[in-house]
């Protein structure tokens, strides 16, 4: 599989990207040209929180999932800051020994693990020099994904749509430990207390430490799941909802509409959680990038991205900083506590983390990011 055509299968299979998952969603392409050379009127801060207010898009703390309890979709952002008039470019260094990579995750600010196409899972450590060391076992199908915990990590591979293969590694020898079929098409997965979470199709499933077959939770279909440390809780995508959901209760704890599809999270190093995602024809003015109180879910502001960006976008976190895909082809850092830009565009669409002093992109292969002062990663 040449890189055009692996570009091609990951934009076709990622749900974030796809052009029509959704029906409620479809119309929001046919507005996306004109959305781009349109800029919304701009509206003044005393507007901006009436309109919050009257909209009600705060997080709604529940004691348990009841659905006539949902809160309405934000309509509005509240007034975020002004964006520099030339903000600073972001240079790229090819991570040569990196070449070969499909998916990557950054864990505990000093491990890079990577996701090779030909199955095998790579760690490098971010010194100077890096060391890169590489496993020996491979995971089945097509490489798709990876994600790290304290004592293992995970990789997949797909069967097209229909299951996915993974595979447990040491994260000390990258010894293969357990492998497993799911029976279906795998969105993400998280990892949490040694459990493993995956985001699928079909549903929300949980593996327990040490089981060797993944539990099926009724009632539950996200197509994004993060794992908040802090709060030993999940958070999940159910568009257009964003929930908090205890894996202990098995109980939703907030949860907010956004009133968006496609919805990515990204919590980053520092606690501050944003979401992202499309919108639909009626909502052509919704701010696609918002900023969530970590705890509550409350809508708490936005970017100025928001009036550069056409159907939708696609959010990942760094350490200190957001970085914002604008389904434009191209990604930017942006100020996570303020929402300011931290950066110019760099042009790519893939997955891009950061910590500090160290950014990545995944983008035929990885390439390192040299950052810009505002940008600390």
């Not at 701009?42 to 809160?71: E, H, T």
């Amino acid at each position: 599989m040449n890189d055009i055509e692996d570009l091609v299968r990951r934009t076709l299979t990622d749900p974030r990207r796809e052009l029509v998952a959704d029906p409620r969603h479809a119309a929001t392409y046919r507005s996306g040209a004109a959305r781009l050379h349109g800029r919304r009127t701009a509206m003044g801060v005393a507007a901006v929180a009436a309109a919050v207010v009257g909209a009600g898009g705060v997080g709604v703390a529940l004691s348990s999932p009841d659905r006539a309890n949902d809160s309405p979709a934000a309509t509005a952002t509240s007034a975020a800051p002004t964006a520099s008039p030339t903000p600073p470019a972001i240079r790229t260094e090819p991570m040569r020994e990196l070449s070969e990579v499909v998916d990557a995750v950054l864990f505990r600010g000093t491990l890079l693990w990577t996701l090779t196409k030909e199955g095998t899972v790579q760690h490098t450590y971010l010194g100077s020099p890096s060391r890169v060391t590489t496993s020996t076992a491979a995971v089945r199908r097509t490489p798709t994904g990876i994600v790290a915990g304290d004592d293992s990590v995970w990789a997949w591979g797909a069967n097209g749509t229909a299951s996915a293969s993974l595979t447990e590694f040491a994260t000390s020898t990258l010894e293969a430990r357990r492998s497993l079929e799911l029976p279906a098409y795998l969105y993400s997965a998280a990892v949490l207390d040694g459990e493993l979470w995956l985001a699928s199709d079909k549903g929300l499933y949980r593996l327990k430490a040490g089981a060797t077959t993944p539990e099926l939770l009724p009632g539950r279909q996200p197509t994004a799941v993060v794992a908040d440390e802090a709060r030993r809780r999940l958070l999940l995508a159910e568009d257009p909802y964003v929930v908090a959901y205890d894996p202990t209760t098995g109980e939703e704890t907030a949860r907010v509409d956004i009133g968006l599809g496609k919805i990515s999270i990204a919590l980053t190093g520092d606690g501050q959680l944003w979401a992202a995602g499309y919108g639909n024809e009626a909502d052509a003015d919704r701010d696609k990038v918002v900023h969530l109180d970590a705890t509550s879910l409350a809508v708490v502001g936005g970017t100025p991205m928001n009036d550069r960006i056409g159907p939708g976008a696609v959010v990942w976190p760094g350490d200190s900083v957001l970085w914002v895909e604008n389904n434009g082809g191209n990604v930017t850092c942006v100020d996570a506590t303020t929402g300011a830009l931290a950066s110019a565009p760099l042009q790519g669409n893939n997955e891009t983390g950061s910590v500090d002093g160290f950014g990545y992109q995944v983008e035929f292969g990885v390439r390192r990011l040299v950052l810009p002062p505002g940008c600390p990663g």
